[in-house]
């Protein structure tokens, strides 16, 4: 079945310094990919997301690219903040027609100190 | 907009006891999904709507867990007997379903504790 490897945690950077979170997945077709993020204290937000082969997720200084060779979706920060402190989440869906289920990694606890 | 309401934000009940758990998606969102998330794990889907009707439930334990959405708009998550593995964050997220946005929307859980 459809599954999501997160590179294990917890992170810990200090302030602008340069940020990188592997995922990886395992899934047939052509799933659309996602990072999802949990700050303290509340619910899961959208991050970014890409949908097919070679696009480039962005918001907010965050950045992943949809790799399909190397079947990864790494998110990337140039500098970060204290603010972005949170529980990362890497996570697909089979297919962009919507309506699709989301299947998670298991989380990247970032700790960023001043 | 408002968002995913949810609540109770924490329950603690002992083993067997019964628990409900409710859950009011954004105005106008025809997709609702269930996810159980674990301590140290990702959510999992434990159950899916589409207005009133189930689309997915194959990872709802059904000896123990129902869930329902009458009329199309809240759900409630329910649990009977409870165990002690059912320790977790139970989400709901919704979604306006179709191509034009699926994009899923989470409300702020119900942390459950099993004693």
């Known amino acids: 079945g459809d599954s999501v490897t997160q590179m294990e945690g917890p992170v810990t950077l200090s302030e602008e310094a340069f940020l990188t979170i592997n995922c990886t997945y395992t899934?047939?077709?052509?799933?659309?990919l996602f990072w999802y993020v949990q700050y303290p204290g509340e619910g899961l937000q959208l991050l970014l997301k890409?949908?097919?082969?070679?696009d480039k997720g962005s918001n907010k200084g965050f950045e992943a690219t949809y790799r399909k060779e190397t079947t990864s979706f790494h998110l990337e920060k140039g500098s970060v903040q204290v603010s972005d402190s949170a529980v990362y989440f890497c996570a697909l869906t089979r297919s962009n027609f919507g309506n699709e289920k989301l299947t998670f990694g298991t989380g990247t606890r970032l700790t960023i100190i001043p | 907009e408002a968002g995913v309401a949810q609540s109770p934000r924490y329950k603690i009940i002992e083993k067997r006891q019964s628990v409900a758990f409710w859950c009011n998606p954004i105005s106008g969102h025809a997709t609702l999904y269930w996810y159980q998330q674990i301590l140290g794990q990702g959510p999992k889907l434990l159950i899916q709507?589409?207005?009133?009707?189930?689309?997915?439930d194959s990872q709802l334990p059904k000896d123990r867990f129902s869930a329902e959405r009458l009329k199309g708009v809240d759900s409630t998550l329910k649990i009977q007997p409870a165990k002690l593995e059912d320790s977790a964050v139970y989400l709901c997220a919704s979604s306006q379903g179709g191509t034009i946005s699926y994009e899923q929307y989470f409300g702020p859980g119900t942390r459950l504790t099993v004693t």
């Open positions: 899934a047939t077709g052509y799933p659309s």
């Open positions: 709507f589409q207005n009133n009707g189930v689309v997915d």
């Open positions: 890409a949908t097919k082969a070679d």
